[in-house]
Each structure stands twice: as structure tokens, then as C-alpha cells.
């Protein structure tokens, strides 16, 4: 019965359908991505605890399908969007996002198509920075009030909310790093995600790419090296976001290049490894500077009921009570 189990198991990841990057290779960009925060981050999500428990939760999205339906018919258009010829999702512009999934929908639809079929990365990205940096904004006034706090029991109070939001933000950020790797690998982007007909013999294109070939020739210390320094976007997050997808989008071609025409990702060609190392150091420092950014922007955001400033809260001008946090 036992080796019964084990080949079932087998066969269910041998029939699974394709993942974003594979396990190993969420590994990598949540691990290479969490590795290169800033130092003015706040220290919790740059331990060495923090990094590896962000990096174990990058693969937390795949490894939750097959949970059923409505659980997958729901959450597997989250992992991408299927990018034309002509550089739109069915006639959105990447640079002109719907602002949010109901307006993106409603105009897919009068493309005669829809989300699920398209695909929703976009919103996974931005949905998933918006709640890392609220978690942010609550970190942030959580440790002012813990502080300032003269009351050993609301110290005490603030201190438990505080550890939790820690637990939370990187719980965050970990799944939510799911999305940032799937954006960064072309296939994921394209409404050309397992074939092209212009190229012969590309069907199965996505698996050869993403998977087997990414734990053979791709390690940590070159996809670190591979990422660029960190440079603040002035931007909006759905602006990046699209620019982001943009630039994955803009490697489909050399993407069935490699692995089309030369068969490069059978014989880990230098070309292939490079490109592959490249994509994944992209996703890294994308996972680097949402967080970045994210951070930054925590500080302009409200938090409690009714809404409270958070930069009120760190100027003193608004003192950090239990109240806000909805306390008695």
C-alpha cells in the first residue's frame, strides 16, 4: 500500500497541469527577491527567519490547486494574462488598466471574452501590494503605540498586535510572491502560453522551460547576481505593474527563439541558462521593489475605524491609542 501511494503521488505531479515557475523556482525568486530588501525596510522581513519563511511560502499558490471548485475555477486566472500580438489583453492596454477586476471584466466582456479566460495577473500584483502595505501601515503605528505606551496594559496589547502583523506581512508577502515570479515568466504573459504556430514543434513549450530545466542549470548565487540595483519607480502600482508585464511580454519571441527553433532548454545551451537566469532575477527585483515601494507607501495610508492617518499617528499629532485599533 505504501509504494501504491508513492506512485499516485507521482503520477498526479506527472498529469498536473503546467506551474508558474515550477516549485524550485518560486523558490528562487521569493528567496533571491526577500534577500535583496532594502536595509531601511523595517528588520523583521529581513531576518534570515523572514527570508527563508518567504521563500518557502513562494510555491504556497501552486501547491494549493486541485483543492476543487470553486477554490481553483476562481483562483488559477490569478497566474496570468494573456497578452496579444498587438500588446493588449483583448484590447485593454497594459498601460491603461481598468481600475479594478470589475471594470476589467465588464470591458473584456464587450470583447466578447472575460477574466477567466484572459486571465487577471494584473490584479493579483496590485491586490497583493495593496495588502502588504497595509500591513505596513499597521506595523508602523502597532510599534509607536507599543513605545509610547504608559499603561503596562496597553503596552502589553500593542506589543500582541504588533507580533501578529509581523506574522501577517510576511505571511503577505510570501504567498503574494507567487504572483510577482509568475509575472516575470514570459508564458505566463502571452496569449501564446504553450505554443505558437508560427514556430513547428512547440507544443509543450511552457513545461520543458519552467521546470525541470530551471532545477538543472539555474542556481541562487547567479540570479542574485543578476539582479539590477534598486531604483524607486515614482510611479503608481498599476503603472508598474504594466510596465512589469510589458517587459516579461516583450520576451515571448526570444523566449520560442531558445526553445522552438534551437531546442536550447533540451540541451541547456549557455543562451537558454542566461535567458532563464535573467527572467528569474527579473521577478527577484520585481518582488524587491513592490515590497520597497510598498513600504514607502505605507506611510501615507489610514488605519482603524474611523480612518486615521498614519503619518498624523508618527508626528504626534494624533496620539496611538487602543481605540484606534478598535481596543476597548
Keep these: 500500500m505504501k509504494r501504491l501511494g508513492i506512485v499516485t503521488v507521482l503520477l498526479a505531479l506527472t498529469i498536473a497541469p503546467a506551474l508558474g515557475w515550477g516549485h524550485y523556482g518560486h523558490l528562487l525568486v521569493s528567496e533571491a527577491g526577500a534577500r535583496t530588501f532594502p536595509v531601511d525596510l523595517p528588520p523583521f522581513v529581513r531576518t534570515l527567519d523572514a527570508i527563508n519563511e518567504i521563500r518557502d511560502l513562494g510555491p504556497e499558490l501552486d501547491e494549493s490547486k486541485g483543492a476543487g471548485d470553486p477554490h481553483d475555477a476562481d483562483r488559477d486566472p490569478g497566474h496570468y494574462v494573456n497578452i496579444g500580438d498587438d500588446g493588449t489583453a483583448s484590447g485593454i492596454a497594459l498601460t491603461n488598466l481598468p481600475k479594478d ?23 493579483s500584483l496590485i491586490d497583493g501590494w495593496q495588502q502588504v502595505a497595509k500591513d505596513f501601515a499597521y506595523w508602523r503605528v502597532l510599534v509607536i503605540g507599543e513605545r509610547s505606551s504608559t499603561d503596562p496594559n496597553d503596552r502589553a496589547f500593542f506589543e500582541a498586535q504588533r507580533r501578529l502583523r509581523e506574522t501577517l506581512t510576511l505571511r503577505d508577502i510570501g504567498v503574494w510572491s507567487h504572483y510577482v515570479g509568475d509575472a516575470s515568466q514570459p508564458l505566463h504573459t502571452s496569449s501564446h502560453f504553450d505554443g505558437w504556430d508560427r514556430y513547428a514543434n512547440s507544443k509543450g513549450i511552457h513545461s520543458r522551460f519552467e521546470t525541470s530545466f530551471v532545477r538543472k542549470n539555474v542556481a541562487l548565487p547567479a540570479v542574485l547576481a543578476a539582479i539590477p540595483p534598486y531604483r524607486p ?22 523566449l520560442y527563439d531558445l526553445g522552438a527553433m534551437t531546442d536550447s532548454f533540451r540541451t541547456s545551451t549557455p543562451q537558454a541558462v542566461g535567458f532563464t537566469t535573467a527572467r528569474l532575477a527579473a521577478g527577484a527585483a520585481a518582488l524587491r521593489d ?26 504626534g499629532a494624533v496620539p496611538m491609542t487602543r481605540r484606534i485599533m478598535g481596543g476597548d
Design 233 to 254: 519607480c515614482a510611479c503608481t502600482i498599476a503603472q508598474y505593474v504594466g510596465r512589469y508585464l510589458a517587459a516579461t511580454n516583450a520576451q515571448v519571441r526570444a
Design 101 to 123: 477586476r470589475e471594470a476589467y471584466d465588464t470591458a473584456l466582456r464587450r470583447a466578447s471574452t472575460d477574466e477567466y479566460k484572459v486571465g487577471f495577473l494584473p490584479y
Design 290 to 315: 513592490l515590497v520597497a515601494e510598498a513600504w514607502a507607501a505605507s506611510a501615507g495610508m489610514t488605519v482603524g475605524y474611523p480612518a486615521t492617518n498614519v503619518r498624523d499617528i508618527e508626528n
